[in-house]
């Protein structure tokens, strides 16, 4: 068995000699290059460009505005709905919705040519009232009506009875500011036509999204366009979708009759391309004196833009983690000059874990119960909300487990009680979740006479080990040693797959990997079966095994053969697909991954700094299918949660609507020196009905929670109390 060994990336080699080519890598002949050039205003209208001293610059190909760019259909708006499908601003009006906006491309034979020409551009704006103030917004919040499959507002029991009964009741509000993704690689697309054949180098999560997108953008059948996508440099949502980048490079290639490269820079990440918004989440919490919940309100208020309405799902958690029988939750919006925020890791669960779990904190500490007693005496036995039961819920053993490696006995129950020299200590912990999920897919396998396998499928590797895992569940479902599997992905010629986010690629398009293996191992025997040159003629296919890349009969191993011998008696590779897609079990099952996290916090007494020394974490996510990357991804979740307890933070100028902290130097991130110990472990936690492989995705819970378990640990520490992120010093000097 390979499916749960520790085995190294195929593509790590390439990775660290460079030689992984990236969409910004890609370089074709006659290859122009552009720049985007953005809007200085939050809101209005272009009155004027004067665009030619750009072009009479050195090496200027062609300044694209909305004077100039073609005409696309229905005025390019692209005829696939959120999220895939965006309102995108594509030259074909004079509007301007927020500072940042696009609002003309300059093209030219080299970047830096282009760069100098963008500068040269004079834009004359006439300004509208903008929307700024997401505080004065609230008094027009509007319902979104559906929040991803669900309704913007639920209720069960009687949340008011409940309150207005109870022997404890707190209300306290939590807010999380706008975020942005900054992955190494910044988006970048390379665009080519052949005549009306159009090729993408596009760096995206969802090949088959961005081809679906910019077809009907343009008005094209979908098979017109190729879009490849071999290697991501980060994503984490951000790339999910085909923002207005990749439409305008099509348009400069088009234009220009060339092939165009077109690089974000990383100021252009701020407001083009999403983000996340900020939240204002009010938790209300009743409870009789021993932390028993008799109701919980969850009222979430975030930010859209001016654009379209996307809604941060902050209070879907709160439905269902907890066994409590009165529950209203609702999320409404507030319209701002804004880029249209977006999918963002652990999208919803990050920031609304951070306000319901630190509100069970202050409830624990009110009641004087032990946070994770007091999680236990309101431990879910099914899903409520949905009234069916998990697939699996492992959350108790979560507990269990984390608090014993983390050493949660050691901890002294009142604030401000354990130090270290100048440095007050606390201990901190909060529950993780994250909903499983799959969807449709299709895979391809291709057994080859050499011995190999060749599989393919269209979906994307964010740096998650994704070419390895598949290779990993191809080879067992083969019977195949992993080294003589090839998996390829990243381009709409392969068969399609969802887009890669939701933590659900494994789920997804491992189990439609798995689907075409076993067929086209069902097919390798059957062969084997009615050859007569073959060792195993005439046998029954159960009485047939394949390992190693041998097929051998049970009975007897010493008939046996190398599957290639077979294959090439019969002249051509043997090949088949596979598909997968969910079946009734997502309507009688609740199905989710869960976990548990444990902070140690230290804060110095007079300067309010925060230190994190160590982190455990206890997941529950399945079957695992490679340890090492599962470690990789449940360490870089914890990482991300620090940082949006204690880093990030996108600062918007009240006064013109720009993002003044748009650069790595001024939009804080940890580095090394900023993280320490952290320790991941994984408890049983099998599952017969989420899918086929038993597999749920992990690479989002272990952020959920994270920034909760850092504030309960700060409060433990200095006895103050953050709602607000992040927690910074001046929050906390002088503590």
Not at 32 to 43: G, K, N, P
Not at 313 to 329: D, E, F, I, K, M
Not at 357 to 370: C, N, P, T
Not at 473 to 493: K, N, Q, S
Request: aromatic share 4%; glycine share 8%; net charge neutral.
């Amino acid at each position: 068995m390979s499916i749960g060994a520790p085995l190294d990336r195929v593509e790590g080699p390439d990775k660290v000699r460079g030689a992984a080519t990236y969409s910004g890598d890609v370089t074709l002949p006659r290859m122009a290059h552009a720049v985007l050039v953005q809007s200085t205003v939050a809101s209005g209208r272009i009155a004027r460009i004067d665009s030619s001293a750009a072009e009479r610059a050195p090496g200027v190909i062609a300044v694209l505005t909305h004077a100039n760019a073609m005409r696309l259909p229905q005025g390019g708006r692209a005829a696939v709905e959120p999220p895939q499908g965006r309102v995108l601003s594509l030259l074909q009006d004079n509007r301007v919705h927020y500072n940042g906006q696009p609002v003309a491309l300059v093209v030219a034979e080299s970047i830096e040519q282009a760069s100098a020409a963008a500068a040269l551009l004079r834009i004359g704006y006439e300004r509208a009232s903008a929307a700024l103030d997401f505080a004065a917004g609230k008094a027009q919040a509007v319902s979104p009506g559906k929040v991803l499959e669900a309704d913007a507002d639920s209720q069960r029991g009687d949340p008011k009875s409940a309150l207005e009964q109870a022997a404890v009741r707190d209300t306290q509000v939590y807010t999380t500011p706008m975020q942005h993704h900054n992955p190494m690689e910044p988006h970048a697309t390379v665009a080519a036509w052949n005549g009306e054949q159009l090729t993408l180098h596009d760096s995206t999560q969802y090949v088959a999204g961005v081809r679906r997108v910019v077809a009907k953008t343009f008005g094209i059948a979908p098979e017109r366009v190729r879009v490849r996508c071999p290697y991501v440099g980060g994503a984490f949502g951000g790339k999910g979708s085909a923002w207005s980048h990749v439409v305008l490079a099509a348009m400069a290639a088009r234009h220009t009759a060339r092939p165009v490269r077109l690089v974000l820079q990383r100021a252009q990440l701020f407001g083009p391309v999403g983000g996340r918004p900020c939240t204002e989440q009010t938790v209300t919490l009743a409870a009789d004196p021993d932390g028993h919940l008799g109701a919980i309100e969850h009222r979430s208020i975030s930010n859209t833009s001016a654009l379209e309405d996307w809604t941060e799902s902050a209070a879907l958690v709160t439905r269902s983690l907890y066994g409590c029988p009165n529950v209203a939750t609702s999320h409404r919006l507030v319209r701002l000059n804004v880029g249209t925020p977006t999918f963002q890791r652990a999208p919803g669960e990050a920031t609304g874990m951070f306000a319901l779990e630190s509100a069970l904190d202050e409830l624990a500490q009110r009641v004087g119960v032990d946070p994770i007693e007091l999680r236990l005496r309101n431990h879910a036995e099914r899903d409520l909300d949905k009234n069916l039961p998990f697939s699996s819920h492992a959350l108790r053993e979560c507990y269990r487990a984390g608090a014993e490696r983390f050493g949660w006995s050691r901890r002294s129950a009142p604030p401000r009680s354990m130090q270290q020299g100048r440095w007050l200590v606390g201990m901190g912990m909060a529950s993780a979740t994250r909903p499983a999920k799959r969807m449709p897919c299709a895979a391809r396998v291709r057994l080859q006479p050499d011995g190999s396998a060749l599989v393919q499928a269209s979906t994307a590797d964010l740096g998650t080990g994704t070419y390895t895992v598949m290779a990993q569940i191809a080879a067992d479902a083969l019977g195949y040693a992993p080294a003589r599997v090839r998996f390829e992905l990243g381009d709409t010629e392969w068969p399609e797959a969802p887009i890669s986010a939701g933590s659900m690629t494994v789920e997804s398009v491992g189990s439609a990997v798995h689907a075409a293996c076993l067929t086209a191992r069902q097919q390798l025997v059957a062969l084997a079966c009615k050859d007569p040159a073959s060792p195993c003629a005439g046998a029954q296919p159960g009485d047939i095994r394949i390992g190693n890349g041998y097929l051998q009969l049970v009975a007897d191993t010493r008939r046996r053969e190398p599957v290639a011998a077979l294959i090439a008696r019969h002249g051509q590779p043997l090949e088949a697909q596979g598909d997968s897609r969910p079946g009734p079990e997502d309507k009688q099952r609740s199905m989710h991954a869960f976990g548990a996290v444990f902070v140690e916090a230290h804060v110095d007494r007079e300067l309010g700094i925060v230190r994190v020394p160590r982190v455990v974490g206890a997941y529950a996510v399945g079957r695992v299918i490679n340890a090492k990357t599962a470690h990789s991804q449940l360490m870089g979740g914890i990482v991300w949660g620090l940082s949006m307890a204690l880093f990030e933070a996108s600062r918007l100028d009240p006064r013109s609507g720009r993002f003044v902290n748009a650069d790595l130097s001024e939009y804080h991130v940890p580095v090394n020196a900023d993280i320490g110990d952290i320790d991941t472990l994984v408890v049983p936690d099998p599952d017969p009905y989420v899918n086929p492989l038993g597999a749920k995705g992990l690479g989002e819970v272990s952020m959920t929670g994270v920034a909760a378990a850092v504030a309960n640990a700060v409060f433990h520490a200095t006895g103050r109390r953050v709602r607000e992120l992040p927690i910074t010093v001046d929050k906390l000097i002088g503590v």
